[in-house]
């Protein structure tokens, strides 16, 4: 899906990027947190594997970006890629493919990962509760739908947290008073599980959110504010049609087992076991 919306890409394209983006978005990911193991080691170590990762995602996204110029139906695409082709800036220049390359990657990481590790918390979770399970059935009622998966991103968000750094002299945020380049950390996970907010935290229960609508200053796993997800419309339009697909084709075996722990994955924080199910056809 993300690779349609974000690329546009179809064909030799499409299989090159898929074939190529997971390993290099996992590998980013740890980077992206441990500066330290980013260096090349002329040619040998991590740093290196994600430089000629880049290289090859850069060839692709040119050919991608000469294809679009080419294109005569280029002004009906909706896909990112298409968009920022024809966008420009205020003096008239295009972007340079480097920029567009830059911003491609940043959308493909921040959605791809974090939409597919919910939606593997949304299986974890459902089949620990059978009860819920039932009551979703073929996934007909979108208001029970819907529910489970904001009770998901409320008891799984898979970014634990968000910071900001204080621009100004000072800021005052309660009895705090803060001063410039102090970095504030908004920790989700914890927020979530604030009894004053929601009652019962720990308990998985869709039904506090059925015909309600999230308090988007208490359920933030999209983050808030001006920074907040510019993605999360598309995520949970994403994650209802994968969700509402799934329960229509298959029957999710409910499981015994324990509940899965948290792993992170650098960005997302996903079940430690990858959400496996049983499934069985409809
Ligand atoms: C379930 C899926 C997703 C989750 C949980 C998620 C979560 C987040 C969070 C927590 C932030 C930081 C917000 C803040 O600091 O206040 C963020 C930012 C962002 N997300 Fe998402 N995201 C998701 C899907 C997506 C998708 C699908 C896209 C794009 C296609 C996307 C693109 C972005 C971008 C570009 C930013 C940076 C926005 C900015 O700094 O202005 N995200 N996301």
Known sequence: MILGAV???EGAELDELRALLPSMVKLGSILAVLP???RDLRGYGPGARFRRYREQYDAIIDRLIDRARADPALGDRDDVLAMLVQSRYDDGSPMSRGEIADQLLTLLAAGHET???TLA???ERLRRHPDVLSRLGTGDDDAWREATLIEVQRVRPVVEMTSRQVRCDELTIGRWTLPRRTVVTACIALLHD???LFADPYAFDPARFVGARADTSAWIPFGGGIRRCIGASFA?????VVLRTVLRDFTIEPA???SERSHSRGIAVAPAKGGLAVVHRR
């Open 7 to 9: 690329f546009g890409a």
């Open 36 to 38: 330290a193991v980013r």
């Open 115 to 117: 939409t597919a590790t």
């Open 121 to 123: 918390w949304a299986v």
């Open 194 to 196: 604030d009894p004053a």
């Open 236 to 240: 949970t339009l994403e994650m209802n």
């Open 256 to 258: 015994t087992d324990p």
